[in-house]
């Protein structure tokens, strides 16, 4: 625990959500290394992370890397559970929380002093409050920007608190490894270590025209200003996602054409209809695939009139999948996954001539009724049948 003066942004993240929930459930778990889901690892416990595990790694992989693991199938409707009450503690702690996830959030407590205490003891209280009403761990970090805040919590992980005091957020950033800023992932993290920068402190140092021509206009600005703490950005609740995505993890087996063609249907009805169930329209379509070789590609298309037609979305994401299937022979495929981009509110959408009854609309509506009411499986394509429909994560509401 770390506080001199007390800024007032809060960034409170639950410690290996998914793996704690099952530890809290099962006590025959606690303290040992635990491992969600078993094709791909969803979450890991703090006991296997030890071990090298890490989330999105393949299933055998991290049993090699740790053969005493216990591997449990995950259980989403106990995880959003779980979101809800840790949720209802963030909103009774500050005026103004800010959702990224269901397992983090950012909560504004400036001007709080008077009536719950200083930043430091409402990440305290905050702290007890989760761990007492829901049996979780999480940890919070204290700053004065929301960059700064995530910083500090990622630091003080698992199960701490760290205030960064005002006027030393430089001495405590500078030391800290490039890869805690954001938006440095792998590729651009090899750009600044191969130009000698391997710490905050170092690419504060680098004129912002210098990065801008390492990693062009806007990374270079971007990256600038957090090394310098610049980050204006203010806790907001309500705001609303830009894109919704879902994703498979295949493995390294070969897939059939067919086999990827039902992927795709599946993570299509299930984007839908989370669409419709926010009331949003979509324009753009964005097919995302890996290879077997890790590498990477996305195809996209923008459609004439934003809509929430499970027939038209998915007739342009298999246009997508068509077109990328000479690059997919080619490389093998293990992961594939859809993004519905350029969303709108479906209240203030311009109609298009002519003005017919949409069929498809009322199927549409039709089928997320009956989903609603008896349960996801009450009524699937044939092209699903006997196939595993994959893992729906618990998201925010929208």
Known sequence: MFALSEPGILHADLDAFYASVEQRDDPRLRGRPVIVGGGVVLAASYEAKAHGVRTAMGGGHARRLCPDAVVVSPRMSAYAEASKAVFGIFERTAPVVEGLSIDEAFLDVRGLDR??????????????????????????????????????????????????????????????????????????SRKLRGAGLLTVGDVAQVPEPALIAMLGSAAGRHLHALAHNRDPRRVRSGRRRRSIGSQRALGRSPRSWQDLDAYLVAITDRLARRLRAADRVCRTVVLRLRFADFSRATRSHTLPEASLDTREILATARRLLGASRPLIENRGITLIGLALGNLADGAFVQLALPFEPDRAAALDAALDDIRDRFGSDAVIRAVLLGRDPGISVPLLPD
Not at 124 to 141: A, K, M, N
Not at 152 to 181: C, I
């Open 115 to 188: 009536i719950s205490g200083t930043p430091l003891q409402i990440a305290g209280r905050l702290r007890t409050e989760v761990r007492e009403q829901v049996g979780l761990p999480i940890t919070v970090g204290v700053a004065r920007t929301k960059f700064l805040a995530k910083v500090a919590s990622a630091v003080a992980k698992p199960h701490g608190l760290l205030v960064v005091p005002e006027g030393g957020e430089l001495d405590f950033l500078h030391p800290l490894a490039v890869e805690r800023l954001w938006g440095v992932g792998a590729v651009t």
